[in-house]
């Protein structure tokens, strides 16, 4: 019987798509070997976005440096009869030789600027495709949308109780990186957080309660093993939990109860009802957690509507950014032997060339606009590509620890527009297109004998 | 610098949410260990969805009985100074013993209907909790997606495009079976196809195109490396690229094209435009194969306006099942120490028991209705819910091949009233609830002093 549960790390080479493998073998075939640029971008955002947070770049790049093929992935591609000999021995000696330029993890970026690039002999470049794509996607994906829970909270926590609904367990591990960097304060996942270096917070659940006979004696048993825990109590009857509760520290001062934890009914009349039988009682320092199919319009409406509510708890709409799942990420060769390359289908066009992003800023620091150049141009601001592979070596001062992520990408964002914050969309961040980048498409364009794409 | 690429087999208990640690260390200290049962169920269908197919839960059930806490998992537990010594050698020692009820893989599925039970001491379920949720959500709601795609197809291949947007690699390598479960014809994922013995397709990127300095070159170039591949024609003009190859093909007889690929721009036309010049030609063997952001409604549209598409390639909407990525999959506690136990929060209510799904035919072998009743019940029709593990023993003979599981599922589907395979809502398959059912929640009701629920 197969292991079929766990990807292994030396299987990771065989994470391409099918024509990746054959199109290297035809450049291996043919000798075309020059160095190539792929740039990883998005065309459009997506619906109700206002910026996207790039993430999962740093990991990635380590990765791509430890790709290899061992034995038993070149005995798996060989069984596919489609590869030859002297190509299977070119995997085998893969090591990806050429450099990486990546923004930082965190970064807020816009339509058409690179989150990566990879500069490499076509093979290597061609070869990380699906690889690239797979893990930046997902990680972009949940920060982006971590972000806008903490754009609806402002200042409340929010913790991440999503792994259930994550999409398999790769992603409700790295995605717990994904929204500490974003902002969230917590999350529930305890692999994902020791993973990380960071800690796992937790409150309880119905079938506790449900497994003892009578509610309160649950609430009270939990409350007696975990001083200062959370108590869920909307199992039966959340307001009469909730009396009951306060009757039983007032014959118990010894109770120690951190919080109470609303996960259905109608949350802002529940916090304000709860708040109010808390505070008459003299329990002002019990806090209340709200959860139960929260998103960041929810919690923006029962913000907005002052409900007591000192955090909260998301799982369905973050685990999988439900409301918006996938990002249109592309990995398009720009340069090949020295040449800008560029496609023309419908709708799809790319800007040629290797790039570079420069965030300009006003004088209170704040984001002004940027500029998107060939990589050797000049442009004001702060260069945000940089090398995070070279010749083959991943530079690890380019990998940030979870914390220094988040401190920055916090920064960012804060830097932005306030427009740029709100949960619909509102005005498109200005990202200019350099004169010399221009001229690059305009002479790609001629060469092809295409019409000018303006 | 720790491994945080993959996620390793012996750190898989560890994939719990914290609470799921702390309410078991509150039942062993309080000595409640009596049996269990926890049911695995969603309470409503999402938008647009008038089945699901059931996925995962045999992979998942054979990883339960392999679940084991090391030392190392267990330092990272002490390590977080809320565990006590007794309780971690408690994990330590810890061996799934109890039994697990599911339906067969490929399965379709209805509200209130469990996808699988697990009856066990009270810990030892309650621990799986996350783990169970998290694979049975990733694999039902992508065969489920797929299933969609198969409807609209009509009988045309449909083959899955979508790793780069999957959510991580585990996602990505168990998508793939979940895939095939649910009938699509192929997969351009390396990994995901060898891992569960499939095999991939593979076309040719753009970028193969722009490498190459004229684009008829690259095709005739590729074609040459793969007799009978499918060619990627719409780089720069389609129908242009489409002429241009068929000058090439009239000129050298020797080649050999299995199909072209239309990857943007108006796929209905373009197909049409590119079937009647290669006909013209007298190459009515070369398939045409669409692509490019795809979905069960474009394709739908495609078969009914009878564009000459011989088969799709589907990415993104697939990949994180994009229009509805998350089931809100419940896992409930229902009995526990032989007697019934239910939630009553808001919208949220839960049967109690163990159960058995009994699905009843028409004379003609179609599905007329399910009637979910006590496990002890007798109904019409088969008994869906099998035991997989028993006394902690995995079933061996309940993993089905993905081929077999397959056959199974498209059988199942193929069953349903016609109108359950339509795109949007039409109409609710008939689940009835037993008498003894229905006694069974007034009476855990009663016992809880709360109205009935009807």
Chains 1, 2 share one sequence.
Not at 242 to 255: C, F, G, N, Q, T
Not at 323 to 338: R, V
């Amino acid at each position: 019987m197969p292991q079929e549960a766990l990807v292994q790390e030396e299987d990771l080479g065989l994470l391409v798509d099918l024509y990746e493998l054959t199109m290297i073998q035809a450049y291996w075939a043919e000798g075309m070997n020059e160095r190539a640029t792929f740039s990883l971008f998005f065309r459009s955002l997506p619906q109700g976005r206002n910026y996207m947070l790039a993430c999962g770049q740093q990991h990635v790049a380590r990765l791509v440096t430890q790709l290899r093929f061992g034995e038993r992935q070149i005995d798996k591609l060989r069984s596919l009869n489609l590869f030859e000999e002297g190509f299977l021995e070119w995997l085998a000696g893969f090591r990806f030789s050429g450099d990486i330029h990546a923004v930082q993890e965190g970064t807020p970026v816009f339509p058409q600027e690179p989150l990566l690039e990879v500069e490499a002999p076509i093979a290597e470049a061609q070869l990380l495709e699906s690889l690239v794509m797979n893990y930046v996607h997902l990680e972009t994906v949940l920060a982006s949308k971590a972000s806008r829970l903490v754009n609806a909270a402002q200042g409340r926590g929010v913790v991440d109780f999503g792994m259930r609904r994550m999409h398999g367990i790769d992603a409700a591990v790295r995605g717990v990186r994904a929204y500490h960097v974003a902002g969230l304060t917590g999350t529930s996942n305890v692999l994902g957080s020791v993973t990380h270096g960071l800690s796992a917070q937790g409150t309880m659940a119905h079938s506790y309660v449900q497994a003892h006979g009578k509610e309160d004696d649950a609430l009270l048993a939990f409350a007696r093993h975990y001083p200062g825990t959370t108590l869920l109590v909307d199992t039966y009857d959340t307001v009469a939990a909730v009396k009951r509760l306060i009757e039983r520290m007032a014959e118990d001062s010894s109770l120690d109860i951190g919080a109470i934890r609303l996960d259905s009914g109608d949350l802002e009349y529940l916090a304000k009802t709860c708040r109010h039988l808390l505070d008459e009682a003299g329990h002002q320092d019990i806090k209340i957690i709200a959860s139960g199919g929260l998103n960041e319009h929810s919690i923006r409406e029962l913000v907005v509507n002052e409900a007591p509510i000192d955090g909260f708890g998301v799982g369905t709409s973050l685990g999988a950014s439900s409301d918006s799942p996938c990002l249109e990420l592309a990995y398009k060769l720009t340069e090949y032997a020295g040449e800008p390359r560029l496609k023309h289908s419908p709708g799809k066009h790319s800007l040629p060339g290797r790039k570079q992003i420069y965030r300009e800023q006003e004088a209170d620091g704040s984001y002004r606009c940027d500029h998107l150049t060939l990589r050797d141009e000049q442009a004001p601001g702060t260069a945000l590509l940089q090398p995070i592979v070279l010749q083959g070596d991943f530079q690890e001062a380019a990998m940030a620890s979870p914390d220094a992520a988040r401190e920055a990408s916090l920064d960012s964002v804060s830097r932005l527009p306030p427009e740029l914050r709100s949960l619909v969309e509102t005005r498109t961040y200005h990202v200019t297109i350099s004169d010399r980048l221009h001229a690059c498409r305009r002479l790609a364009e001629s060469r092809l004998g295409l019409p000018p794409d303006d």
